[in-house]
């Protein structure tokens, strides 16, 4: 198995896991406060880092490994999370996992610009065509027009392709373990103070159903998922394992049909099946590193 292989694997893996992140999320802040939820998150997956770390003896990160650290911890930890938990107290699940069906071509995009990788035509032809058909499909089942909430989605996406770009780069000297346990644990002394006040502020009574989808986001939304994604976009390109998210909204879609009752139809696997060709075609586009 080539190394390219190898990372589409373990980077599908990770997409398996972000997939069920907008319904869980959204069982979440059915009850809880949305930003609670996305900052609660990471304290949570914040202290299992801080054991990883702990029990592995890991080295303290270099000057420069913290800076890109930090630039990960605004995307991943904070942007992300945030953005997107807004959004899903007011649309659904599906219409979510839509609108970040672009999440492939942004994080491309980041990569191309800030670590010299140059996708070819091709490539840049796949990835826009994939885009193009999430969004559309998106517009279609908003009625043609698209949502406030879905401002929010864009910024998450922005925020998300940022941190998945630079903490893959980060991952090929770190390791992906390390790049999101230290994100992670180097946002505590900001995230508890905050957290603990909106805990106090709007309260932390819930169902176990709204528990449970905060349990799923902090531990492998926000920790075990990254294991895989990091590892997959550092030996795969961050490109080229970039564009198995183009399949995330599509599982979704299937998660948000099996864990929130909302509807799966025809249509959406027709979508499904144009957007596994053009990763297809991506995964065979030349792209120099």
Known sequence: MTQETKGMWLGLIGVAMFSLTLPFTRMAVAELNPVLVALGRAVVAAGASALLLWWSGAARPTPAQMKALMITSLGVVVGFPVFSSIAMRYVPASHGAIVLGILPLATAMVGALRFGERPSTGFWISAVCGSVI??????????????????????????????????????????????????????????????????????????????LGFAYVSLF?????????????????????????????????????????????????????????????????????
Not at 222 to 251: C, D, H, N, S, T
């Open 134 to 211: 999430v969004i559309g499909f998106a517009l279609w089942q908003g009625g043609g027009e698209l949502q406030l909430a879905d401002l929010a989605l864009f910024v998450a996406v922005l925020a998300a392709a940022m941190g998945y770009a630079e903490g893959a780069r980060l991952s090929q000297s770190m390791g992906g373990q390390q790049v999101i346990s230290w994100a992670l644990v180097l946002s505590m002394p900001l995230l508890i103070p905050i957290t603990a006040w909106l805990g106090w502020r709007y309260g932390m009574s819930a169902s176990p159903r709204a528990w």
């Open 221 to 289: 939304s926000m920790f075990i998922g990254f294991f895989f994604w990091y590892k997959g976009l550092a030996l795969g390109g961050i490109a080229r394992v970039g564009q198995v998210q183009l399949l995330q909204p599509f599982l979704t879609l299937v998660g948000a049909a099996l864990l929130l009752g909302e509807s799966l139809e025809l249509r959406n696997l027709l979508f499904a099946a144009a957007v596994l060709i053009v990763v297809v075609v991506g995964r065979r586009a030349a792209i120099r590193r």
